[in-house]
């Protein structure tokens, strides 16, 4: 059965739901929890004014280094909760435009072999112009995900 499992969070409610399912899984099942959350860097809206670069550099930065310490904060409550349950956990935290990209290569580079996730279950053309982290998973992973709405 499954025995490396990876929790993908982005501190959402619906995040931590899936972090207790996972968890009482892994301790059923003897496993092992490998908890991912992926910040997206500062990306600068161009308003036809050329901002002070040396601003800009100020701001990305302190704004990289906050989302960067909220993901550590989200991959710590996995964390919290596995050893609350005696079940063993790896924590990574990464910093993408794409966090689908790093949820992929966390799971092939730890060797895990089911991903749970959730959905927020978006729907019609919202889901079509919104996208999905977790469709984006499905459509570039080859590892199992459980996907919990």
């Not at 790093?102 to 089911?114: L, R």
């Not at 959905?119 to 999905?132: A, P």
């Not at 982290?133 to 992973?141: D, Y």
Request: glycine share 4%; net charge negative.
């Amino acid at each position: 059965m499954f025995k490396n499992i990876l929790v993908p969070t982005d501190g959402s409610p619906l995040s931590d739901k899936v972090i207790k399912y996972a968890v009482d899984f892994a301790k059923d099942a003897d496993a092992k929890l490998v908890a991912i959350s992926v910040a997206e860097p500062y990306l600068p809206l161009h308003d036809g004014m050329a901002p002070d670069p040396l601003y800009m550099e100020e701001w990305q930065h302190l704004h990289d280094e906050q989302v960067f310490k909220l993901a550590h904060d989200y991959v710590q409550r996995v964390s919290d909760a596995a050893k609350a349950a005696g079940v063993s956990c790896k924590t990574m935290t990464a910093i993408n435009f794409n966090p689908y990209e790093e949820i992929v290569n966390a799971a092939e580079k730890c060797g895990c072999d089911v991903i749970f996730m959730a959905s927020h279950g978006r729907k019609g053309l919202n889901k079509l112009f919104l996208g999905s982290e977790t469709q984006k998973v499905l459509a570039n992973t080859t590892v199992p995900v459980l996907v919990i709405r």
